[in-house]
């Protein structure tokens, strides 16, 4: 094996030497270097499969392996002569990932791929946990969707039946779902030092049961069964029928000798060593060697000590001897107080299970000449081990006692129902009587063991391994049924199949898995199975449990503990998740009402209240649907039964109803860009969420897909405690809105904004509302002002237009038609994002005197110079003034055709509009005749630029189609910056795109684009409302993709298409402080000429 491993790695680094100088060179430097494969939209997810083994289809090779992630298909290698690189130049499939690493590369281009859409594909191959994942595997129990819309529960997964490998399937199945085992071979970490290929496939099937990334809701154990067949040199094999009990010894001593902490010696089978230091494990038709003091996970988990007396007969002595016999018969009473003639020797040995034997079935019919199926609790077997009960060995003739002396952490109960005389094997169908929770075992410890202090002698069961009867036996089932003929008579095997009874903790749920086959079943049903093997979990210490009162107690506290029984709604498969929609206004669909509504779970109306006088109480009565859930606190009730459900499995639907985020979840939801699937099998990235048009609202929904993506007013709105004392319906839909577009639980790929829409149409007093045509900047203005004036750290007040206050510490803001009195100190998330200085220079033109002041004005005149030094005849005032956004004038079209008879669209560098804030150039005022110039006093976090297209002259709105050439990174503001800014030490004047709204001219004249389209024309003449619609660009930090919304309409697309759309609102975000920038460079050169 180890030399094996050395030539893999040699050919993988021969092989991957020349192609991997370029990748590594690519790694190291930026982001922007990395190649984007064009070729992503060929995968095909639903014909990959990893459970495989990994050989290729060509030349059956199993090193260097690679898969086709566009057929499925496995190949070796991906140089030019590779298998892998003549089949992309074949069948034109160029996208391949590497088995082993998980590396995605592009032939026959030979460039490794980097793109957070292929998470899913990597954590389907190889699903990768972190310590905090692992911790609530046992916690969170919400379902997961696969490829074709289907949900399964992370852990309850099925296993293929490949060839009578059931008896395998169980066993894993059951050992999965012990917390210790499963969170140690989930942890790659703790064996990757060891060569095994078991430990290896044992522990990527322990991953990919509980991974939330599965293509399909079942796995394949094929490796899995390989290197079973492998390590027990073919006595597992697939193909032949084996008992789980034989199998689940030989596992576990398996792993205890691959994980034990000594050096692993191998011996032959006739040199069985006996040393007192060594144990003799018998596997694989060898002896293995382990210390006794060998510990491993194994042990940890399942070994416990019991202490066997042996009681051998004493042979009778010669007649010569009697005297001698006599005089020593104390003390052979002493060795013997129980029976007289036997001597007693006593031996503490581990376990890693207890065998219990089942009473023989009764032969003989009753008197309605049925058999009866015999029944006995496993208190009754659990005598063998009260330490006073003898065992008779029919061989040499002594007798034993067994006592427990040290617990197990998990303790496995196998039942032995099969018996083989060599003929057929026979089975037993006692049914034994076991409990689900508090089996106590406290009578069967020794005395030295229930002295110990925080014993906890409880159990509860985890899985039970079942063996179903065939068909054609199972069906006589009952009191006239033969044990038998149900048991079976074959040559050596017996017939029928097994599964096992599971219980997810997180969902406090019981499934019964037969191979691919995942159903509920009520606990009372488990009980009544014909049990095989059992994993009991040990109960924490409880000082109020009462060990020597155990039958009372256990009455009482199953009396008192009913709280904990919570009722199990039988109604939960009637829930049609696909008729589920929160999006529209809570209001009652019979009743009109909005208080205290309801949504039915079954067919997804809307009723209120759940009393006996409700409508959604007479719908559960008339219909039959039963289960509702509160709209306001999520709470699912039963009705008419009114009692409340409890299910983890319900939590996609509270999340889809209002979902919840965790600081941890939104402090990564920019890092994590991995797609999520909805009901229907297609997948959306939390953030990149179609909203849906209702009526002329795209302008709106542009805007608040813009604001969606500014990181800090995102997670100020996600975390509802920011805002929950404020009563304002604007707020928490806005909120509510937020946690959707960003949530991994929608059940479609895209949100209807109705009940926004109604906020904002109540705030706006019908200002902005559905059917009606809105310009997008007039919208972003009033939404940024009264965000601001709701969330404003002093009291609202509301006065009426007339009393408008213009004190010196107050601000007018003028929404709904009414004076807002706000301070000028008040500050939000608002003013904290997007809030900045411009200082503004007035030069008003100086009026003329009279011939009597002539003199005056003379005497004066130095001073008016020195007032305006830039221009004669002016004085300037300088006021700084906050902004939320900078508007910019595009200039106008040309109206005159060029020498080719049509008329060009110009372009212009935001560069030159932006010269507007440089302090120097003078913009003209119309009406009084006085000149402004502006530049920037303090920068925003988030800058927003407003570009006017548009121009109303009362008449009809025209749009003005110029190109504004602009930068998606490093859009730099030092020249727009007062000296005394630039002068600040860190200050970073560079600025990323987040987000771009454009706007779309109406089909009849997009289409006329072009050298050739008139400009005129292509704006339209309409009355006071433009047509068309508007999209929005916005980029996903997670992915550093770009993506194009247009309502539900979500495609890729490329950074430089987008600088080359009409480009209307800008949303920018300010970058980390670069030491390195040329803007440092510019401003100590400045200094420097000062």
Same mark, same amino acid.
């Given at each position: 094996?180890?030399?094996?491993?050395?030539?893999?790695?040699?050919k993988?680094?021969?092989e991957?030497?020349?192609? #991997?100088?370029?990748?590594?060179n690519n790694?190291?430097?930026?982001?922007?270097?990395?190649i984007?494969c064009?070729?992503?939209?060929?995968?095909?997810?639903?014909?990959l499969?990893?459970?495989?083994?990994?050989?290729?289809?060509?030349s059956?090779?199993?090193?260097?392996?690679?898969?086709?992630?566009?057929?499925?298909?496995?190949?070796?290698?991906?140089?030019?002569k590779?298998?892998?690189?003549?089949?992309?130049?074949?069948?034109?499939?160029?996208v391949?990932?590497?088995?082993?690493?998980?590396?995605i590369?592009?032939?026959p281009d030979?460039?490794?791929?980097?793109?957070?859409?292929?998470?899913?594909?990597?954590?389907?191959?190889?699903?990768?946990?972190?310590?905090?994942?692992?911790?609530?595997l046992?916690?969170?129990?919400?379902?997961v969707?696969?490829?074709?819309?289907?949900?399964?529960?992370?852990?309850?997964?099925?296993?293929?039946n490949?060839?009578?490998?059931?008896?395998?399937?169980?066993?894993?199945?059951?050992?999965?779902?012990?917390?210790?085992?499963?969170?140690?071979?989930?942890?790659?970490?703790?064996?990757?030092?060891?060569?095994?290929?078991?430990l290896n496939s044992?522990?990527?099937?322990?991953?990919?049961?509980?991974?939330?990334?599965?293509f399909r809701?079942?796995?394949?154990p094929?490796?899995?069964?390989?290197?079973?067949?492998?390590n027990?040199?073919?006595?597992?094999r697939?193909g032949?029928?084996?008992?789980?009990g034989?199998?689940?010894?030989?596992?576990?001593?398996?792993?205890?000798?691959?994980l034990?902490?000594?050096?692993?010696?191998e011996?032959?089978?006739?040199k069985?060593?006996t040393?007192?230091?060594?144990?003799?494990?018998?596997? +694989?038709?060898?002896?293995?060697?382990?210390?006794?003091?060998?510990?491993?996970?194994?042990?940890?988990?399942?070994?416990?000590?019991?202490?066997?007396?042996?009681?051998?007969?004493?042979?009778?002595?010669?007649?010569?001897?009697?005297?001698?016999?006599?005089?020593?018969?104390?003390?052979k009473?002493?060795?013997?107080k129980?029976?007289?003639?036997?001597?007693?020797?006593?031996?503490?040995?581990?376990?890693?299970?207890?065998t219990?034997?089942?009473?023989?079935?009764?032969?003989f019919?009753?008197?309605?000449?049925?058999?009866?199926?015999?029944?006995?609790?496993?208190?009754?077997l659990?005598?063998?081990?009260?330490?006073?009960?003898?065992?008779?060995? /029919?061989?040499?003739?002594?007798?034993?006692s067994?006592?427990?002396t040290?617990?197990?952490?998990?303790?496995?109960?196998?039942?032995k129902?099969?018996?083989?005389?060599?003929?057929?094997?026979?089975?037993n169908?006692?049914?034994?009587?076991f409990?689900?929770?508090?089996l106590?075992?406290?009578?069967?410890?020794?005395?030295?063991?229930?002295?110990?202090?925080?014993?906890?002698t409880?159990?509860?069961?985890?899985?039970?391994?079942?063996?179903?009867?065939?068909?054609?036996?199972?069906?006589?089932?009952?009191?006239?049924?033969?044990?038998?003929?149900?048991?079976?008579?074959?040559h050596?095997? %017996?017939?029928?199949?097994?599964?096992?009874d599971?219980?997810?903790?997180?969902?406090?749920?019981?499934?019964?898995?037969?191979?691919?086959?995942v159903?509920?079943?009520l606990?009372?049903?488990?009980?009544? !199975?014909?049990?095989?093997?059992?994993?009991?979990?040990?109960?924490?210490y409880?000082?109020?449990?009462?060990?020597?009162n155990?039958?009372?107690?256990?009455?009482?506290?199953?009396?008192?503990?009913?709280?904990?029984d919570i009722i199990q709604?039988?109604y939960?498969?009637?829930?049609?998740?696909?008729v589920?929609?929160?999006?529209?206004?809570?209001?009652?669909?019979?009743?009109?009402?909005?208080?205290?509504?309801?949504?039915?779970?079954?067919c997804?109306?809307?009723?209120?209240?759940r009393?006996?006088?409700?409508?959604?109480?007479?719908h559960?009565?008339?219909?039959?649907?039963?289960?509702?859930?509160?709209?306001?606190?999520?709470d699912?009730?039963c009705?008419?039964?009114?009692?409340?459900?409890?299910?983890?499995?319900?939590?996609?639907?509270q999340?889809?109803?209002?979902?919840?985020f /965790?600081?941890?979840?939104?402090?990564?939801?920019?890092i994590? &860009?991995? !797609?999520?699937?909805?009901?229907?099998?297609k997948?959306?990235?939390?953030? %990149?969420?179609?909203?849906?048009?209702?009526?002329h609202?795209?302008? %709106?929904?542009?805007?608040?897909?813009?604001?969606?993506?500014?990181?800090?007013?995102?997670?100020?709105?996600?975390?509802?405690?920011?805002?929950?004392d404020? #009563?304002? &319906?604007?707020?928490?839909?806005?909120?509510?809105?937020n946690?959707?577009?960003?949530s991994k639980?929608?059940?479609?790929?895209?949100? !209807?904004?109705?009940?926004l829409?109604q906020?904002?149409?109540?705030?706006?007093?019908?200002?902005?509302?559905?059917?009606q045509?809105?310009?997008?900047g007039?919208?972003?203005?009033?939404?940024?002002?009264?965000?601001?004036y709701?969330?404003?750290?002093?009291a609202?007040?509301?006065?009426p237009?007339?009393?408008?206050l213009?004190?010196?510490?107050?601000?007018v803001?003028?929404?709904?038609?009414?004076?807002?009195?706000?301070?000028k100190?008040?500050?939000?998330?608002?003013?904290?994002?997007?809030?900045?200085?411009?200082?503004?220079?007035?030069?008003?033109?100086?009026?003329?005197?009279?011939?009597?002041?002539?003199?005056?004005?003379?005497?004066?005149n130095?001073k008016?110079?020195?007032?305006?030094?830039?221009?004669?005849?002016?004085?300037?005032?300088?006021?700084?003034?906050?902004?939320?956004?900078?508007?910019?004038?595009?200039?106008p079209?040309?109206?005159?055709?060029?020498?080719?008879?049509k008329?060009?669209?110009?372009?212009?560098?935001?560069f030159?509009?932006?010269e507007?804030?440089?302090?120097?150039?003078?913009?003209?005022?119309?009406?009084?005749?006085?000149?402004q110039?502006?530049i920037?006093?303090?920068?925003?976090r988030?800058?927003?630029?407003?570009?006017?297209?548009f121009?109303?002259?009362?008449?009809?709105?025209?749009?003005?189609?110029?190109?504004?050439?602009?930068?998606i990174?490093?859009?730099?503001?030092?020249?727009?910056?007062?000296?005394?800014?630039?002068?600040k030490?860190?200050l970073?004047?560079t600025?990323?795109?987040?987000?771009?709204?454009?706007?779309?001219?109406?089909?009849?004249?997009?289409?006329?684009?072009?050298?050739?389209?008139?400009?005129?024309?292509?704006a339209?003449?309409?009355?006071?409302?433009?047509?068309?619609s508007?999209?929005?660009?916005?980029?996903?930090?997670a992915?550093?993709?770009?993506?194009?919304?247009?309502?539900?309409?979500?495609?890729?697309?490329?950074?430089?298409?987008? /600088?080359?759309?009409?480009?209307?609102i800008?949303?920018?975000?300010?970058q980390?402080?670069?030491?390195?920038?040329?803007?440092?460079?510019?401003? +100590?050169?400045?200094?420097?000429n000062?």
């Open positions: 094996m180890k030399r094996n491993r050395e030539t893999y790695e040699q993988v680094k021969e991957n030497k020349v192609f #991997d100088n370029n990748n590594n790694n190291n430097s930026n982001n922007d270097d990395i984007q064009p070729y992503l939209d060929t995968i095909n997810r639903e014909v499969d990893f459970d495989f083994e990994k050989q290729c289809s060509v059956l090779a199993n090193i260097n392996i690679y898969a086709c992630l566009v057929c499925g298909r496995y190949f070796q290698g991906r140089g030019k590779s298998p892998a690189y003549y089949h992309s130049l074949q069948v034109d499939h160029h391949f990932i590497n088995l082993r690493t998980g590396d590369y592009c032939l030979q460039y490794q791929v980097f793109d957070n859409s292929l998470k899913d594909i990597q954590n389907a191959l190889n699903p990768t946990f972190t310590k905090q994942e692992i911790a609530r046992d916690i969170d129990g919400k379902s969707r696969t490829l074709d819309g289907k949900t399964y529960i992370p852990g309850i997964v099925g296993l293929n490949i060839k009578h490998n059931d008896s395998i399937n169980v066993v894993i199945q059951s050992l999965l779902h012990v917390p210790v085992l499963r969170n140690y071979f989930i942890e790659e970490e703790n064996y990757k030092d060891i060569d095994s290929g078991l044992y522990g990527e099937m322990n991953r990919k049961v509980w991974s939330k990334d599965l809701g079942h796995i394949s094929h490796e899995l069964l390989q290197a079973i067949r492998e027990s040199n073919k006595r597992f697939i032949q029928k084996m008992d789980p034989e199998f689940l010894v030989w596992f576990l001593n398996e792993l205890h000798y691959l034990q902490n000594n050096a692993m010696t011996q032959p089978l006739k069985r060593l040393n007192n230091n060594e144990v003799v494990v018998n596997n +694989n038709q060898q002896a293995r060697i382990v210390s006794k003091k060998a510990t491993s996970i194994i042990t940890d988990c399942f070994q416990g000590k019991v202490r066997v007396t042996t009681y051998e007969k004493i042979k009778k002595k010669k007649n010569k001897e009697e005297n001698e016999e006599e005089n020593n018969n104390k003390k009473k002493k060795e013997s129980k029976l007289v003639g036997y001597s007693s020797k006593k031996k503490t040995i581990p376990f890693l299970y207890l219990l034997d089942v009473p023989p079935a009764p032969v019919k009753d008197s309605l000449e049925k058999n009866q199926i015999p029944q006995v609790p496993l208190f009754v659990l005598e063998k081990f009260n330490g006073e009960q003898l065992l008779h060995q /029919t061989i040499s003739g002594n007798k034993q067994f006592i427990i040290q617990l197990p952490r998990y303790l496995i109960i196998y039942i129902r099969f018996t083989d005389n060599h003929y057929f094997t026979e089975k169908p006692t049914i034994v009587n409990p689900i929770k508090d106590d075992l406290y009578d069967y410890c020794s005395k030295k063991l229930r002295k110990k202090k925080n014993l906890s409880t159990y509860n069961l985890l899985a039970n391994i079942v063996h179903v009867s065939p068909e054609e036996d199972s069906s006589n089932t009952g009191s006239s049924a033969d044990p038998k003929k149900k048991a079976g008579k074959q050596k095997k %017996i017939a029928g199949s097994y599964k096992v599971i219980l997810n903790k997180a969902n406090n749920r019981w499934f019964s898995i037969e191979d691919l086959i159903n509920d079943i606990p009372t049903l488990i009980t009544l !199975s014909e049990a095989y093997i059992q994993i009991y979990e040990q109960q924490p409880n000082p109020n449990h009462d060990n020597n155990e039958s009372n107690n256990n009455n009482n506290n199953n009396n008192n503990s009913n709280n904990d709604c039988p939960l498969d009637t829930i049609n998740r696909e589920l929609d929160f999006d529209f206004e809570k209001q009652c669909s019979v009743s009109l009402a909005n208080i205290n509504i309801y949504a039915c779970l079954v997804g109306r809307y009723f209120q209240g009393g006996k006088k409700s409508p959604a109480y007479y559960s009565l008339q219909v039959d649907h039963h289960v509702f859930i509160n709209l306001r606190t999520g699912i009730y009705l008419p039964d009114q009692y409340q459900v409890f299910d983890n499995s319900l939590k996609d639907i999340n889809a109803l209002n979902p919840t /965790t600081k941890q979840e939104i402090a990564r939801l920019d994590d &860009g991995k !797609s999520v699937r909805t009901l229907d099998g997948t959306y990235i939390p953030g %990149i969420v179609g909203l849906n048009n209702i009526k609202n795209d302008s %709106i929904n542009v805007v608040i897909q813009s604001l969606l993506h500014v990181p800090v007013l995102r997670n100020y709105f996600i975390e509802e405690e920011n805002y929950k404020i #009563d304002s &319906g604007l707020l928490n839909s806005y909120g509510e809105m946690r959707k577009v960003w639980d929608l059940f479609r790929g895209h949100i !209807s904004p109705h009940e829409l906020a904002i149409r109540e705030n706006s007093n019908k200002r902005f509302r559905i059917g045509k809105m310009d997008p007039e919208f972003l203005v009033w939404f940024l002002n009264e965000l601001h709701l969330l404003q750290n002093n609202m007040t509301e006065q237009l007339k009393k408008r213009t004190n010196n510490n107050e601000v803001v003028n929404n709904n038609q009414q004076a807002r009195i706000v301070s100190k008040a500050t939000s998330i608002i003013t904290d994002c997007f809030q900045g200085k411009v200082r503004v220079t007035t030069y008003e033109k100086i009026k003329k005197k009279k011939n009597k002041e002539e003199n005056e004005e003379e005497n004066n130095k008016k110079k020195k007032e305006s030094k830039k221009l004669v005849g002016y004085s300037s005032k300088k006021k700084t003034i906050p902004f939320l956004y900078l508007t910019l004038d595009v200039p079209a040309p109206v005159f055709k060029d020498s080719l008879e008329n060009q669209i110009p372009q212009v560098p935001l030159v509009l932006l507007k804030f440089n302090g120097e150039q003078l913009l003209h005022q119309t009406i009084s005749g006085n000149k110039s502006f920037i006093t303090q920068l925003p988030y800058l927003i630029i407003y570009i006017k297209r121009t109303d002259n009362h008449y009809f709105t025209e749009k003005n189609p110029t190109i504004v050439n602009f930068p990174k490093d859009l730099d503001l030092y020249d727009y910056c007062s000296k005394k800014l630039r002068k030490k860190n970073s004047t600025y990323n795109l987040l987000a771009n709204i454009v706007h779309v001219s109406p089909e009849e004249d997009s289409s006329n684009t072009g050298s050739s389209a008139d400009p005129k024309k292509k339209g003449k309409q009355h006071k409302k433009i047509a068309g508007y999209k929005v660009d916005i980029l996903n930090k992915n550093n993709r770009w993506f194009s919304i247009e309502d539900l309409i979500v495609n890729d697309i490329l950074p430089t298409l987008i /600088t080359l759309s009409e480009a209307y800008q949303i920018y975000e300010q980390p402080y670069n030491p390195n920038h040329d803007n440092n460079n510019e401003s +100590n050169n400045n200094n420097n000062n």
